[in-house]
């Protein structure tokens, strides 16, 4: 049972160009989580959004949240080449630890 | 230094095998989990514990085993009832449903 679906599943971009990915979820949430894997490492926390928030913006990153549409996305502005990488939203129902990963979206930044 | 780690970076098993992956942390987190990535695709959760000596099955369970004596300790056991165990083996934990922290991973190879 796959929580949390991305899309577009691959991107690629120009270097200073904005990226925007999506995510949408099944259940009721209390926060929805957006991490970022390099190829064959583990994954890093970028930014969590509590499902009492709209908006939250960390740096170059901004994530919204629309709980009635179960979906969230996620934008990248002014990319750069270090920013290529998969990038991947985590789920769980309300009330549960059980955190489901999306299916993850590739970046590609041109240089 | 706090944080989580996976041990070892490299396994190989052969066919009929039990082993053993390792996952230690130090950042007093009462929440760990397991998840299993194949190439290209995302991560799937195979368990996961939110105290000590509680853990529950996550959506591919089958085949794999886990014990949580210890706060900082969550060791995997694949068992030779896992018939397709190559992948990439991934560990995390968290402070209730805050963001989690991962290991580097270990990557298992059947032989």
């Known amino acids: 049972s796959q929580q949390g679906e991305e899309d577009p599943q691959a991107l690629s971009i120009q270097e200073g160009e904005n990226a925007t990915m999506n995510c949408s979820y099944k259940?009721?949430?209390?926060?929805l989580q957006w991490y970022r894997q390099n190829s064959g490492r583990g994954l890093v926390h970028l930014i969590l959004?509590?499902?009492?928030?709209r908006e939250k913006h960390s740096g170059r990153l901004r994530v919204t949240l629309d709980t009635s549409k179960k979906s969230s996305s996620l934008l990248i502005t002014a990319s750069r080449a270090a920013d290529t990488a998969s990038y991947f939203c985590?789920?769980?129902?309300?009330?549960?630890?059980?955190?489901?990963f999306g299916t993850g979206t590739r970046l590609k930044v041109l240089a | 230094d706090g944080g989580i780690t996976q041990s070892p970076k490299y396994l190989f098993r052969k066919e009929g095998q039990n082993v053993t992956l390792s996952c230690e942390q130090n950042?007093?987190?009462?929440?760990m989990y397991w998840y299993r990535q194949d190439p290209g695709q995302g991560l799937r959760l195979i368990y996961y514990?939110?105290?000590?000596?509680?853990?529950q099955k996550g959506d591919i369970a089958e085949g794999y085993s886990v014990s949580r004596e210890k706060k900082e300790s969550f060791p995997l056991t694949v068992t030779s009832a896992q018939k397709n165990p190559t992948a990439f083996y991934l560990c995390?934990?968290?402070?209730?449903?805050?963001?989690?922290?991962f290991g580097q991973g270990t990557r298992l190879t059947v032989v």
């Open positions: 995390a934990s968290s402070i209730g449903q805050d963001e989690a922290f």
């Open positions: 259940t009721s949430i209390n926060n």
């Open positions: 959004i509590r499902s009492n928030e």
């Open positions: 985590a789920t769980a129902p309300s009330g549960t630890y059980k955190y489901i």
């Open positions: 950042l007093n987190h009462d929440a």
């Open positions: 514990s939110q105290i000590v000596n509680d853990f």
